[in-house]
C-alpha cells in the first residue's frame, strides 16, 4: 500500500503496542485505510507480546480530520454509502472488543470519525491544541455511527452540543471537562511522558486484571455491532439526499 | 384567552418558530397554559414553515417559577392532584416527540417545572443570572415528573445534589458545568446572537437529518408517555400529605 | 468488639442519624467491620426516630484506607477470595437499599471500597484535602465491586479513567467536578458547618417524600444484589493469580 493512499503501523516495544494511521490529507481516514485499522487492533488484542495499545497517528497536524472527503463526494448509491460509513463502525467495535486497555494519543484537531476514536479509547491524552467538531449536519448528514461512542463517554448534553452546533468547534479544555479527553497537555514532550508514564505502567500490570476490567468498563454495549450498522444505514441513506448533493456541488464549484 | 391568566404565543420567521409562554406571576404555569404550550409544540412538529424551534418566555424577571402556586394550594383530592401534576409532563413529552430540534432560552431564574423545560431541550441556552433550584422536596412532593428530564443532562450525581437541597440555589455556572445549560451569556444581548446564529443554522441544515438525529439524542426515552404519568401519581398523592397540607396552611397565614 | 480490631457506632440527634466507622490502620475496614457497617445501616433505616443518616469515620487523617491489607495478604482459596470482597457488596447494598437518604461525610484521603462508600452517598460532602484513588489494578484486582456505585455517580469517562489509573491520586477538585462530591469545604469546620444545615433541613422534610425521591434515585439498580457478588467473584478468582501473590510476596519482604 503506497503511503500516499495512507498508512497503518504497528510497533511493539517493552509490551506496549502502537499502531499508528496516517494519511496525507490530515489523516483523514478512507475506507481501505479504517479497515486495515480495525485489522490491526484486533490482531493486536489477540497478540500476546502486547499488554496496552495506544493507538496515535503521525505529524504534527491534525489528530484526524474524520472520514474521507474525497470517498464522501463520489457516493452515488446506498450500498456505497452505507460500506462508507461502516468504515468508523468497524473501528470502533475492534477497539471495543479488543480485550487489552487502549490509550489514544489526540495530539491536534479532531473531527466527526476521529472523535469517535478518541471517545472509544479507554484512556485519552490529548494536547491542549486539539480542538473538536462534529461537523456531519452541515454536511446533512449526522454523527450516527461515533454517536454512541462519544455520548458513552460525554454524556446525553454535551453530545447533543457537539452534534446540533456541527459549525463551531469545541476546544481540548471543553473536551476535558466533559470526558472525551481524560488529561491534556501544553507541549506533545508533556503528552508522550505521560503517555509513556501510563502505558509502562499498564505493560507490568495483570493482564487478567485488564481484561477483566476492559469487560466491566464496555459491558452494556454488547450490541454495538448491529447498532453501529443500523447508524451506517441511517447515514447510507442521508447522504444520497438532495441536500448533501448541492452540498457537494457547491464545494466542487470553489 | 386573557393574558391575566397566561398566554402562549408561536410566531414564525425565516423557518425559525418561536414559542414565547408567559403568566404575570413569575412565569409560573397553571395547567391550561402548560397544556396550551404542549398543544403549541406539538402543531409547530406538524409544520413543514417550521424547521427549528425556540422555547421562551417573556420578560426580564424569571424564565419559569414552576408550576402555579395557587392551583397547587387548591388541591384536596388525588384526580386533581394528578392532573396538576400531569401538566408538565405534557409538556416534557411534547418536546421530547417533536421531530424537530429545540433550542431553549433561559433569561432568569428558574424553579421546579422551569428547569424540567430546560433539560428537554435539546440545546439550551441560559444568562448567567439564570440561577435554578428544585425545591419541591421542601413542599413535601419532589421533582418526580421533571426528573427524567433533568438526570438525562445533567447525571444522576447532580440531580440528586438538586433534589435533595431543595432550599438553596444553584448558579448558571453550576448548570453549565453539569450540562444543564450548553452556554451561558452575561448579557441578553448576547444570549440572543448566539441563539439567532445557531437557529439560523438549523434553519438552513437539512430536515431529514435533524430529524434522525433527534430521533437519535432521545433514544432510550420511548417508555416516557407512561414514566411522567407514573411520577405525577407520585406527586399526586404525596401533595394530600398532612406535611404538604400543613406547609400550605403556614402558607396561606403569611 | 475491642476497638483495635475497629468500631461502628450510632448516634441519634434530632431525628439525625450518625453512624461512623474507626479502625486504627487508615479507616481501612475489614470484613467484619464491613457487616456490621452494613447492618447498622439496615437497621437505622428502619428505625422511626431517624429521619435521615449521615456516615463518617473517626479522626482527621483517612476517611478509609479501603479494605483491609491485613485480610487481603491471608487470602489464598477463593471462597475467602469472595467473602473478603463481598464486606464492601454488603455495605453498598445496605446504603442503596436504606429508605432514608444518606450524606456521606469525606474529611480525608479515600482508597478503593471507601471511594464506594464516597459514590453510594445520596449528597457527598468533602473536604478539599480528601484525594481519592482507586489502585486495585495496581495490585493485580479491578475496582469491580464498587465499580457499579462509581460510575453511577461521575460516568463512564472517569470512572474508567480512575480505574485504569490506578496508581495516581485524583484531588478532590477533580472528584467534585466529576460527581463523586457534591460539594467540598477547606475546612472541617466549614464541612461540619455545611452537613449539619442539610441534614438539619432533611430532620424536619417530609419522610415519605424523600422515601419516594430515595427510590426513584436509585431505580435501575434492582440488580446489584446479585451484580455486585458476581463482581466479588471475579476479584475472587483474580486475587489468587501468580500476579497478586507475587506482589503479597513483594510486599511482605519490604
Known amino acids: 500500500m503506497s503511503e500516499q493512499n495512507g498508512a497503518v503501523n504497528l510497533t511493539i516495544n517493552n509490551n506496549i503496542g502502537t499502531i499508528e494511521f496516517y494519511h496525507p490529507k490530515g489523516n483523514s481516514l478512507p475506507g481501505a485505510i479504517l479497515r486495515k485499522l480495525a485489522q490491526t487492533i484486533t490482531e493486536a488484542g489477540e497478540n500476546d507480546d502486547i499488554r496496552v495499545l495506544v493507538i496515535q497517528s503521525r505529524g504534527d497536524g491534525a489528530f484526524c480530520a474524520g472520514a474521507s ?41 479532531t473531527v466527526g470519525g476521529g472523535v469517535g476514536i478518541a471517545a472509544a479509547g479507554d484512556y485519552t491524552f490529548a494536547e491542549e491544541k486539539a480542538d473538536i467538531k462534529l461537523s456531519e449536519l452541515a454536511l446533512g448528514i449526522g454523527p450516527f455511527v461515533v454517536g454512541p461512542a462519544v455520548e458513552r463517554k460525554v454524556g446525553k448534553s454535551a453530545f447533543s452540543a457537539l452534534s446540533i452546533d456541527a ?52 459491558k452494556g454495549t454488547e450490541d454495538w455491532d448491529l447498532l453501529l450498522e443500523q447508524r451506517a444505514e441511517i447515514s447510507g441513506r442521508l447522504v444520497l439526499s438532495d441536500f448533501t448533493k448541492n452540498f457537494i456541488k457547491k464545494f466542487k464549484n470553489k
Chains 1, 2, 3 share one sequence.
Open 69 to 109: 472527503f474525497d470517498e464522501l463526494i463520489a457516493i452515488d448509491d446506498y450500498d456505497t454509502g452505507k460500506e462508507f460509513f461502516m468504515g468508523f463502525a468497524l473501528v470502533l467495535n475492534a477497539m471495543r472488543t479488543c480485550p487489552k486497555l487502549i490509550i489514544v494519543r489526540v495530539h491536534g484537531k
Open 167 to 218: 459549525t463551531n468547534w469545541y476546544d481540548a479544555e471543553w473536551a476535558l471537562e466533559n470526558g472525551l479527553f481524560n488529561k491534556i497537555f501544553g507541549s506533545t514532550y508533556d503528552l508522550d511522558q505521560a503517555i509513556r508514564a501510563l502505558a509502562s505502567e499498564l505493560a507490568k500490570s495483570s493482564p487478567e486484571a485488564m481484561k477483566n476490567l476492559k469487560a466491566v468498563l464496555w
